[in-house]
């Protein structure tokens, strides 16, 4: 198989108008302001867009995250295939629950 990358976008009870999401195709967009709180100016990219293999929104079950990311790697494995599964993230930001469901 080939190496996929995923997001899972963590709940929050406000989220950024900074960032939007199009889970079904699969990218994501950062706004950042020209104009800084001091007033400093950003002379640089605006806009910032990514792509993904596959994008899991706010709304998301735990069981829905492992069938789309885990089980594919497990029957690879199953079939012979090594595998790797690898969770990367700010501290705190879920990535212990995400590859585990939590206690």
């Known amino acids: ?3 996929n ?13 900074h960032f939007t999401c199009e889970p079904e195709k699969g990218f994501v967009t950062f706004e950042t302001e020209r104009h800084g709180p001091e007033g400093d100016v950003n002379h640089n990219k605006t806009v910032h ?3 993904f293999n596959g994008i ?35 501290t705190g930001s879920g990535k212990t629950f995400t590859i585990t469901g939590g206690p």
């Open 56 to 90: 899991m929104p706010m709304s998301v079950t735990q069981q829905e995250a492992l069938d789309m990311v885990a089980k594919p790697v497990v029957d690879d494995v199953l079939n012979g295939l090594n595998g790797t599964i690898f969770a990367y993230g700010q």
């Open 5 to 17: 990358v995923f997001l899972r976008v963590r709940p929050c009870a406000k989220p950024s108008p």
């Open 49 to 51: 867009n990514f792509r």
């Open 1 to 3: 198989s080939n190496i």
